[in-house]
């Protein structure tokens, strides 16, 4: 096979993971996105970056704000969509949120059952139900916090 043709395969197989991917979270990212447009609807501002869609100043979503667990909020990622208190706050959290993304992407819906599972057996063990998720694990030991 010559190599333009190989080349096009791969892109053709990658293209395919990238669809199926966003297909497999699209339930979650719809949430998000529905959000978002509430967040947008109130001023916030939303702009893509790589494959996801960043929304700046998702802070004013009252319903954010009343999570008690999130009272301190930074940002938050449903699907492939992130939403964050302002740019400078989506930017610092920008590589853990996308972690996320990619945690959306292999587990699908999967992901709040089993991220609230974790936390529950951090808790029932002692320990900080944020802090030693292993999902959160994950994700800070990518983006190097
Ligand atoms: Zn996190």
Do not use: K
């Amino acid at each position: 096979m010559p190599s333009s043709a190989r080349q096009a395969e791969r892109t053709a197989r990658r293209r395919l993971r990238r669809g199926l991917a966003y297909a497999w979270v699209a339930p979650v990212t719809l949430v998000g996105l529905v959000l978002a447009l509430v967040a947008l609807l109130g001023g916030a501002r939303a702009h893509w970056v790589e494959a996801q869609l960043e929304v700046a100043g998702a802070h004013r979503l009252r319903a954010v704000g009343r999570w008690p667990h999130i009272r301190h909020f930074g940002a938050i990622t449903l699907g492939h969509v992130i939403l964050g208190r302002d740019d400078a706050t989506l930017r610092r959290w920008r590589r853990h949120e996308q972690v996320h993304v990619r945690q959306y992407e292999r587990w699908g819906l999967l992901f709040w059952p089993l991220y609230l599972a974790a936390s529950g057996w951090c808790w029932l063990r002692g320990r900080d139900a944020y802090l030693d998720n292993p999902f959160e694990i994950e994700a800070r030991q990518t983006d190097g916090s």
